[in-house]
């Protein structure tokens, strides 16, 4: 059981960000699935049932800075933790300011062995679909433009 070493986020409505609280748990429940499915797989193993690929996980966040500090924490290893065992995790960004070619990427199946994890802005939310998603992680943050 793993836990989350962090003090309790210090919500500002006037400011509102990712706190690092957050992010770590984000963290924490993709590592949970991992375990979750390889304890599937195993069951489905034992009675002969059909395999399923890993789901993949849509992580919705802020804006690009957010997208690109999520994927370097979710990418690093824990320090004092063991290393994590099973599924290699593939993050893929999804961002307006990335070129389309690159946001192809995010329909392409994970290669075996691996999780695929989509970081995105609400560009994700309505406008696309990707059929490989099984989980989503959303902190309800968005970065709004205003005009006076």
């Known amino acids: 059981k793993e836990e989350v070493d962090a003090e309790e986020p210090d919500f500002d409505e006037g400011n ?15 590592k949970q699935l991992d375990t979750l499915e390889m304890k599937e797989h195993a069951t489905a193993a034992a009675s002969s049932s059909t ?45 307006s300011s990335i070129p389309w070619e690159e946001h192809k990427r995010i329909f392409d199946a994970a290669p075996t062995g691996f999780r695929k994890i989509i970081l995105s802005t609400n560009i994700a939310e309505s406008s696309l679909t990707v059929p490989d998603i099984r989980y989503v992680v959303d902190f309800c943050l968005t970065k709004n433009m205003q005009a006076d």
Not at 61 to 90: C, F, H, N, S
């Open 51 to 95: 395999r399923k690929d890993p789901g993949a996980v849509l992580v919705f966040l802020p804006g690009i800075a957010e997208i690109q500090t999520v994927r370097d924490y979710l990418m690093e290893e824990d320090e004092d933790q063991p290393r994590r065992k099973g599924l290699e995790w593939w993050c893929i960004p999804l961002h």
């Open 16 to 30: 509102p960000k990712l706190h690092w609280t957050c992010i770590k748990i984000a963290k924490i429940i993709i």
